[in-house]
Nanobody, 124 residues
Framework: QVVLVESGGGLVQAGGSLRLSCAAS????????MGWFRQAPGKEREFVAA????????DYADSVKGRFTISRDNAKKTMSLQMNSLKPEDTAVYHC?????????????????WGQGAQVTVSS
């Protein structure tokens, strides 16, 4: 069982930055690849970014590539998403998730554990 808790969401103007964090309770945090997904009102949950167990491998949705950076600290059992140059279309609830694979995954159906989500709102 892995319990994931997100923090760092909030309200920001377009062009601004926010940093999301995901803290894990599981002792074998380094056994999981991690991902960030988001869900806007009336839309399906979509892939944002993912990172491998070691942190070496990363993957990004085209919509956030070059603006968002995913990272992790296995010693602290945390994962982060640095979001720069935010746009109103980035407004959503952001969820972190864990999957027991070596490499990052885009398919949300593969993920085993999910956090409750953090609201990010970008005003124009």
């Amino acid at each position: 069982q892995v319990v994931l808790v997100e923090s760092g969401g909030g309200l920001v103007q377009a062009g601004g930055s926010l940093r999301l964090s995901c803290a894990a309770s599981e002792g074998s945090f380094s056994s999981y690849s991690m991902g960030w997904f988001r869900q806007a009102p009336g839309k399906e949950r979509e892939f944002v970014a993912a990172i491998s167990r070691s942190g070496i491998g990363t993957d990004y949705a085209d919509s956030v590539k070059g603006r968002f950076t995913i990272s992790r600290d296995n010693a602290k059992k945390t994962m982060s998403l640095q979001m720069n140059s935010l746009k109103p279309e980035d407004t959503a609830v952001y969820h972190c998730a864990a999957v027991g694979t070596m490499w990052p995954r885009r398919n949300l159906d593969e993920y085993d554990y999910w956090g409750q989500g953090a609201q990010v709102t970008v005003s124009s």
